[in-house]
């Protein structure tokens, strides 16, 4: 949430060694939801129907140009050690993940309103299948989001989800050992996991303290049947993000080996 305004421009931007023209929103003013945030800047990597014109997807100006070889991105995200964000990865940044070429599964987007939307065909917890939404024959529409912090899904299925999980006990490992694992299950009968160290978020000030990072779409009952995965899904797996192909490629980061 928050808002910021200011003026467009176009200036040379690197990453990584690669150089080019792009452009960018520099703020003049911004709402205090931004003010606190220690960093400078936001790198957008929406789909280019979500620019504010042409020019402002840095992914699809630097591939126009030939800097990137191709309009896409991955994101590895870690719980532990060194997230990564490669531009137009190819096999060596799978490699470097500890991953086979087909170890990817694609699935494809659904870019009608902009976002990395994939479908989302059921929500298993703990092996029992989910019916309160997003199962067959319609479905839902995941958008598979790095900027969210929480899973949001659909009223009636997130009250389901805490109401199947129940006491988060004490907030200590043991405790939730004993939870289950919610899994999402996807078109092409691809299906992901998501453990209870991911989806609940113990307090660093008081590890007494946790929250399950699950919520509700909207509180105000109006149905939905759009899901928002974020970090607690994509954390450990390296996802693939094409712009050109509309598609997105799923895999899970194999655990590190011990020095």
């Keep these: 949430s928050g808002h910021l305004g ?19 929103i520099v703020a003049a003013f911004e709402s205090e939801e931004f003010r606190r945030y220690p960093f400078d800047g936001i790198l957008g990597l929406g789909l280019p129907s979500q620019a504010v014109g042409e020019g402002f997807n840095l992914v699809a100006a630097l591939a126009k140009q030939k800097g990137f070889t191709s309009e896409s991105f991955a994101l590895a995200l870690r719980a532990d050690g060194n997230s990564t964000l490669n531009f137009a990865p190819d096999s060596h940044a799978l490699v470097a993940a500890g991953l086979a070429p087909e170890a990817l599964a694609w699935l494809p987007v659904d870019s009608r309103h902009g976002e990395w939307a994939v479908q989302l065909e059921g929500v298993s917890v703990g092996g029992e299948r989910m019916t309160a939404a997003c199962g067959p024959p ?10 969210t912090s929480v899973i ?8 389901a989800l805490q109401r199947k999980l129940g006491d988060l006990g004490d907030c ?12 999402f299950s996807f078109v092409g009968n691809h ?31 109006t149905l939905t049947r759009t899901s928002i995965l974020g970090q607690p899904f994509l954390l ?7 712009q050109s192909a509309l598609k997105v490629g799923v895999a899970p980061i194999p655990p590190a080996t011990p020095a």
């Excluded at 949001?152 to 009250?159: D, F, I, Y």
């Excluded at 200590?172 to 899994?183: C, F, M, Q, V």
């Excluded at 160290?197 to 909207?218: G, K, N, T």
């Design 6 to 24: 200011g003026s467009g421009f176009e200036s040379r931007v690197c990453f990584a060694g690669v150089c080019g023209r792009g452009r960018m």
């Design 138 to 147: 319609s479905g839902c529409r995941a958008v598979l989001d790095s900027g």
């Design 152 to 159: 949001a899904l659909p009223l009636p299925l997130a009250r």
């Design 172 to 183: 200590s490992r043991e405790a939730l050992d004993t939870l289950p694992r919610i899994s």
């Design 191 to 221: 299906s992901y996991s998501v453990a209870p160290a991911q989806y609940v978020e113990v307090s660093e000030i008081d590890p007494s303290h946790c929250r399950l990072l699950i919520q509700p779409m909207d509180e105000d009952g």
């Design 236 to 242: 450990e797996r390296f996802v693939v993000y094409n």
